[in-house]
């Protein structure tokens, strides 16, 4: 755990020297190891390095554990590269469910950091895989993707179905997704998640959501979920960051 955390830090660090260390690192037996390096690996290679930016490549499609495979893709979309880009619409198009789900994520990620050279089309993209899929939690991902990639002309499907959609923890999702759009319209039905019981995790999300809302109506909210709530620990540090926007 600690050899985890250290390439984790040299990440955070943007220790660029330490890339070669943390290739190999890659190759680690320990999945928290190999995990930590592709998570670091995304915020120190350079998008000019091909050959580490083929290695992340490589482990996104056949990485030695689950993990190791979702933050390679992950950390594909840090990177920025046009040939990650390439890896991430091929995994979303073709892969299995959490391929897809972190592939977008990655996207959503480079279009965030303005890294993304054609986002319009890309948006198109995980919009239609929005649409089509029956998986709720991919669905989650995608709907978060498309936040971080500002789908602005996307934005009254996922108020829609915020509603629809079964699955408590996904509408959390989707109130982040609606908040990374700033989209002020869906600040009472993100209310009403925050003052249903249920899911805390839904509560939790749906309390981030509205402070990066900016919806100074809902301290008054927050404060009340926080007294009745018999997972008011659980939700309080939420609802302090919700506070604190």
Do not use: C
């Not at 660090?13 to 190999?24: H, V």
């Not at 933050?71 to 390439?86: D, M, N, Q, Y």
């Not at 971080?148 to 982040?176: C, F, M, P, W």
Request: net charge positive; charged share 25%; aromatic share 4%.
């Amino acid at each position: 755990y600690v050899k985890a955390h250290i390439g984790t830090a040299l990440g955070k660090l943007r220790a660029r020297a330490s890339a070669p260390t943390l290739a190999k690192g890659m190759d680690h037996k320990n999945e928290h190891i190999s995990r930590s390096a592709a998570i670091a690996l995304g915020l120190v290679v350079n998008p000019e390095n091909k050959k580490l930016v083929n290695l992340l490549r490589r482990k996104a499609a056949s990485g030695g554990s689950r993990s190791t495979r979702n933050f390679s893709l992950i950390s594909l979309g840090e990177v920025g590269s046009a040939e990650g880009t390439k890896t991430l619409l091929e995994r979303l198009r073709k892969g299995q469910a959490m391929d897809k789900a972190y592939a977008a994520l990655g996207l959503g990620i480079q279009g965030f950091n303005g890294k993304l050279a054609f986002k319009s089309e890309v948006v198109e993209i995980v919009y239609k895989e929005y649409k089509s899929t029956k998986s709720p939690n991919l669905k989650g991902a995608l709907a978060i993707s498309l936040g971080l990639l500002d789908a602005t002309n996307h934005v009254e499907d996922i108020r829609k179905d915020i509603d629809k959609i079964g699955t408590q923890s996904v509408q959390g999702y989707l109130a982040v997704a609606l908040a990374l759009l700033n989209d002020q319209h869906s600040i009472p039905a993100i209310r009403e998640l925050v003052r249903k019981r249920g899911d805390v995790d839904r509560r939790k999300m749906a309390a981030i959501a509205l402070g990066m809302l900016r919806d100074r109506k809902a301290i008054s909210l927050l404060e009340d979920v926080m007294k009745r709530s018999s997972n008011s620990k659980a939700i309080l540090g939420s609802a302090t960051v919700a506070m604190g926007h």
